[in-house]
């Protein structure tokens, strides 16, 4: 999830797209159309799948709306994403303003900020009352994610969230109450059989203890769904050692990343991590706002997964036997059935 929608990042013949019938065979695996009006013409002329993610209790309802709408163009997620989980509470609590100076414990040191901001903040919710919603959406949707969740190192409570982000406090989530908002989460979409969609930022090595202890502690259940770190920006050391452990097995079968021109072509990292990744575990997404944006987006990536990997790109869409001669849009496709279908148990050797 993010506010910026400049990208620095420019590929030959980027506006240039394919026709329809290559087109409906790409995923935008993570946007965020609900965040904006939704014109039911851009719905109707969308070609392509898109995983529409909520983040807090306010946009869960139009994520449901969204996909009970559209069924055959919008995988819903439902979850709340940590820059929102200050707003939660683990507990009961006494009052609004108690719970807020418990959950920023620098708030005597910054009175007027912490005044300012609780004029904005909402009435806390209980953790057990979120899950309980992200509970129900999932039921109601046979083929929904787990998403918007995650960790978030670098995020600093804005003053009002209408601003986009506005002015910062200097308040921030402590991160072990993101993580134990992040993994009753997970707990449910291992419980629930439900793939998810991920969110790490500044939190390399969180991520990887993290992702080892869900796979302890949930077992074979655990490899049963994919997780997907979205708008990835692990460096390709620390992306390698999910996927392989020391005797170069599969140490995370369960792990993909997908990556977007509107988050990580700010930095060129992002091509030296799809450089290393597994052919087979890469995704693409547009991480965007206006549902107009998602489908150029998420092109601009295809395109340049397929310069790193030196993929031919569909300019049709014909049967290919060699897989060796797949293009790009084919593998994404099957990557991302692959990322539905789960079951990863069992898998052993990584092939690149």
Not at 74 to 97: C, D, M, N, R
Not at 155 to 180: M, N
Not at 283 to 293: A, F, G, M, P, Y
Request: with cysteine; proline share 6%.
């Amino acid at each position: 999830m993010c506010y910026e929608h400049d990208i620095s990042d420019t590929i030959s013949h980027r506006d240039t797209l394919p026709p329809p019938s290559v087109l409906r065979h790409v995923v935008d695996v993570h946007c965020h159309p609900t965040d904006s009006e939704i014109p039911v013409k851009s719905m109707d002329n969308l070609p392509i799948l898109i995983g529409a993610m909520s983040t807090l209790q306010a946009d869960q309802g139009l994520v449901r709306d969204l996909a009970t709408a559209f069924s055959d163009k919008v995988v819903p997620s439902f979850g709340y994403h940590p820059w929102f989980t200050h707003w939660i509470a683990l507990a009961s609590y006494e009052s609004k303003e108690n719970h807020y100076r418990r959950m920023f414990k620098d708030a005597d040191e910054h009175p007027e900020a912490f005044q300012k901001l609780l004029v904005h903040l909402p009435e806390p919710v209980t953790l057990r009352t979120i899950l309980e919603d992200v509970r129900q959406n999932l039921m109601a949707f046979p083929s929904a994610m787990l998403g918007e969740v995650g960790i978030d190192r670098a995020f600093r409570v804005p003053y009002d969230y209408l601003l986009s982000p506005g002015e910062l406090t200097p308040f921030t989530v402590p991160f072990e109450h993101q993580l134990a908002i992040l993994e009753a989460q997970l707990d449910l979409a291992a419980e629930l059989g439900r793939n998810v969609s991920m969110h790490s930022v500044k939190s390399q090595m969180a991520t990887v203890e993290l992702l080892d202890r869900m796979a302890d502690k949930h077992g074979k259940h655990w490899m049963k769904i994919s997780i997907d770190i979205h708008s990835c920006s692990l460096s390709p050391q620390t992306w390698l050692s999910i996927e392989l452990n020391g005797f170069l097995q599969k140490r995370h079968p369960n792990v993909f990343l997908s990556l977007s021109t509107v988050i990580n072509s700010r930095s060129p990292n992002h091509r030296a991590l799809i450089a290393a990744c597994s052919s087979r575990r890469i995704l693409v997404e547009s991480d965007c706002h206006k549902i107009e944006d998602c489908m150029q987006r998420t092109w601009d990536m295809v395109l340049i997964v397929a310069e790193v990997k030196g993929w031919p790109v569909e300019s049709s869409w014909e049967e290919v036997v060699d897989e060796s001669q797949q293009g790009v849009v084919r593998r994404l496709e099957n990557n991302w059935k692959e990322f539905v279908q789960g079951n990863h148990v069992g898998l052993s050797q990584i092939s690149k």
